[in-house]
């Protein structure tokens, strides 16, 4: 199994940057990919940014340019480093891992919240 653990979240204004991050235990090197999933009140949580276990990323048309999906294997994490940030982008961030298991596995952490003031 997999547990999950995010942090970095906070307060910042418009226009500035916070870096998540996502801090893996257990069974580690099971894990396929690695995505960050947002969520604000009143919405549906979307697919934010993945990560592959070779380093392959990919990322959302709204987040494309400015937020940045990294991983370091000697600490065992993932980040999400988030530049110019607008205040649409407030949520509670998420990791997820998916596992390659059978059946494939998911599992998730306990989120971070990151609000961008105007």
């Known amino acids: 199994q997999v547990q999950l653990v995010e942090s970095g979240g906070g307060l910042v204004q418009a226009g500035g940057s916070l870096r998540l991050s996502c801090a893996a235990s257990?069974?580690?090197?099971?894990?396929?990919?690695i995505g960050w999933y947002r969520q604000a009140p009143g919405k549906q949580r979307e697919l934010v940014a993945v990560i592959t276990s070779g380093g392959r990323t990919n990322y959302a048309e709204a987040v494309k340019g400015r937020f940045t999906v990294s991983r370091d294997n000697a600490k065992n994490t993932v980040y999400l480093q988030m530049n110019s940030l607008k205040p649409e982008d407030t949520a509670v961030y998420y990791c997820n891992a998916a596992i390659s298991s059978w059946p494939p596995s998911n599992y998730w952490g306990q989120g971070t919240q990151v609000t961008v003031s105007s």
């Open positions: 257990g069974s580690i090197f099971s894990i396929n990919v």
